[in-house]
Each structure stands twice: as structure tokens, then as C-alpha cells.
């Protein structure tokens, strides 16, 4: 008995990592050290990488066809990506402490002090973004102690770089 | 005729001493009809040899696995059983099996632990584990292998240097270059 072959697969996102810790029954796996997820659209480097299932026991019913079975009728409720966190995606640049993926919401939250996103039209820091995937737009809140930050370049010219020296 | 009834009693003893020296020669060198199996069972110290294997084995009072095989052979002075074909069924503490099969296995009488080999496969409801080679320690009650595994599912493959799988909980850790993937279209963010 040999195992099957990997797959191509576009939508397949590909992990790396130096663990996997997968725990069958608690609907939980959890990549560790090192970790990169590469996904058809968005790079995440992490330390610490936890995908949460939810049983779904409608997974079998017909018509269920977008839903994601990850081999056990289950599919991915919550992706938690945490520790030196860098998202690529759109040509952006996001950089925080944690970032949380919700399936249900179809936003990803950056948590925690002087998260960024930057992108060709500029940068914008606070406390927590939320990245909205479906309009594809962006909520900034401040902790109270620091203000939101954004540097806009309207041209979308200027390197966010230039502006910080 | 005084001398002829004395020789003639030296030379049938003579004639029958030789015969009996010849008899005793042939004796000797002949080999010993023993049937071939049993030599080599001598020689490979297998003490007892079944086939059709069937064997449950209890811990606290609860069946923790049970082991089928082809064939199982005691090899009393290794304190060990070496098995054919074998399967191994394990139980979680909720009654979840998870399916063992390998091509040889060899349990040591005196520990519990045993070696698998020979495409190994660990099947249970949540994910199959592939490798060459797996090791399982009764006293902690888990599967290790220090080769290279395959772990899969509906949609996910990983492979890893090494791996413990604790039978008792369930839990599975993939240690050293995990690489693969998710098939993943909530990921996708569309």
C-alpha cells in the first residue's frame, strides 16, 4: 500500500512547517515553527499556524459542493495565523502579531499593537484591521493609546518607503 | 585332525568379528533420517509456528487492540513473535479503531512493543498514515516512526521526517520538514 501521489492543485494551499500537530477528534491541527501557508492568492509566514474544523454534518449532502472536507466530513471554520505574522496579498503587505481568518465572515482581523497593511497607495497602523475579502475593503480601530495612522499616496507613485526617512 | 577343530573355531570367529566391525561402520556413517523442517526449525529456534492468527489484548479492563496474521511463529529464546500479513486494531478511549497492516510484524513477548514493516498503513476515520516502517510502544500506548511518513485525507497530504500517534487520544504530531497542502477554496479568499 503506497500513498497517493501529491496533486496539483490551484486551489491547494501549501504548508510548510517544522510540526504538525493534528488532533483527530478535537476538530484541530496546528503547524508549528517556520510556518508558510501559500495559497492561489496570499503568502502568510507565521510562527504558529491553527486550522479549526466544525463537523459539518451536512459535508455528505448533496450540493455541498464548495464546502471544504478536510478527510474527515468537517471543514475549515477558523484559520489562526499568530507570531511574527507577514501576509502578501494583492500586492500588499500586512505585518502583525496574530491574524485571524473567520470562513463564516470571510474577513481577516490583524490583532495587535502597530499592525500594518502597505500597499502602492500607502500605509495604514493600528491596533486592529480588518481586511474585508469579499468588498475587498479595509477598518482600522486604535487601541486609545495610539491613534490610527494612514499615509496615503494618491497617485499611488510615491514608495511608502521614501515617505518614512 | 588334532589341530583342525581349534583352527577352524578361530577362523568362524574371525569371519564373524570382521562382519560385526563392518555392520558397525555402515551404522555409523549413515545419516540420520530426520525431516528437513525440523531441522531448520532447529536451526531458526522457531518453537512454535500457527497460522490464522487471531489474539485481543485487554488493558484496564478494556480491550485496547486486537492483532490478526497470517502466520505467527514464537521464537521462545528471543522472547519474541514474528507475524505475516499482520493487522492491528487499536481502540481510543472513545471506541474509535484505527487500523493497522503491514507485511511483517515482530512483538516482543516480554514488553509489548513491537516493529512493523513492509508498507505499513494506519487507516482511521480521520486520516491514513503510510510508511515504511512504525514502532509501537505498549507502555505509552503510541505508534512512532523515526523514517519518513505520508499522512493523508479527503484533501490534505503531509509528509514529515518522523511521527508519534498516541492511540489512547487520537493525536497525531508530524515532526521535521512537514511540507504539503490543503485543498482549501474558503482559503483561496475569493
Redesign the interface.
Known amino acids: 500500500?503506497?500513498?497517493?501521489p501529491?496533486?496539483d492543485?490551484a486551489?491547494?494551499?501549501?504548508?510548510?512547517?517544522?510540526?504538525?500537530?493534528?488532533?483527530?477528534?478535537a476538530d484541530y491541527a496546528e503547524?508549528t515553527g517556520n510556518v508558510r501557508?501559500v495559497?492561489?492568492?496570499?503568502d502568510i509566514q507565521a510562527d504558529t499556524l491553527q486550522?479549526f474544523y466544525s463537523p459539518a454534518p451536512d459535508t455528505q449532502a448533496p450540493g455541498t459542493a464548495?464546502r471544504?472536507?478536510?478527510?474527515?466530513g468537517k471543514?475549515?471554520r477558523e484559520?489562526i495565523a499568530t507570531g511574527n505574522v507577514t501576509i502578501l496579498?494583492d500586492d500588499k503587505v500586512a505585518k502583525t502579531d496574530q491574524a485571524v481568518?473567520s470562513?463564516e465572515s470571510g474577513r481577516?482581523v490583524l490583532m495587535g499593537p502597530g499592525s500594518t497593511v502597505t500597499g502602492k497607495s500607502g500605509r495604514i497602523s493600528g491596533d486592529t484591521i480588518t481586511l474585508h475579502?469579499?468588498t475587498e475593503s479595509v477598518t482600522v480601530i486604535s487601541g486609545g493609546e495610539t491613534r490610527v495612522q494612514a499615509v496615503i499616496h494618491p497617485d499611488g507613485s510615491k514608495n511608502d518607503d521614501q515617505t518614512e526617512k | 585332525m588334532r589341530y583342525t577343530r581349534p583352527i577352524s573355531l578361530f577362523l568362524m570367529i574371525t569371519v564373524f568379528a570382521a562382519l560385526g566391525a563392518v555392520i558397525y561402520l555402515l551404522v555409523q556413517s549413515r545419516p540420520l533420517s530426520v525431516p528437513p523442517a525440523a531441522t531448520e526449525q532447529a536451526d531458526t529456534g522457531v518453537d512454535i509456528s500457527m497460522t490464522g492468527v487471531s489474539q485481543t489484548f485487554v488493558q484496564e479492563g478494556r480491550i485496547s487492540h486486537t492483532l490478526t496474521a497470517d502466520t505467527a511463529s514464537l521464537l521462545a529464546r528471543d522472547k519474541k513473535a514474528v507475524f505475516e500479513n499482520v493487522t492491528l486494531t487499536f481502540l481510543a478511549e472513545d471506541g474509535t479503531p484505527s487500523v493497522v497492516t503491514a507485511k511483517q510484524g515482530e512483538l516482543s513477548t516480554e514488553t509489548g512493543d513491537a516493529t512493523l514493516s513492509g508498507g505499513v498503513v494506519v487507516e482511521n476515520r480521520a486520516r491514513k498514515i503510510y510508511a515504511q516502517t512504525l514502532h509501537y510502544n505498549d507502555n505509552r500506548h503510541i505508534l512512532y516512526s523515526v523514517e519518513p511518513v505520508v499522512v493523508t485525507g479527503d484533501s490534505f497530504r503531509f509528509t514529515g521526517n518522523s511521527m508519534t500517534f498516541d492511540m489512547t487520544s487520537g493525536k497525531a504530531v508530524l515532526s521535521g520538514n512537514v511540507t504539503g497542502r490543503i485543498t482549501d477554496d474558503a482559503l483561496a479568499l475569493q
Open positions: 500500500d503506497t500513498p497517493p501529491p496533486q492543485d486551489k491547494a494551499i501549501h504548508i510548510s512547517a517544522d510540526r504538525l500537530v493534528s488532533e483527530s477528534r503547524f501557508a495559497g492561489e492568492k496570499f486550522v464548495n471544504l472536507d478536510t478527510g474527515t471543514t475549515v484559520i496579498f481568518y470562513r481577516v475579502t469579499e
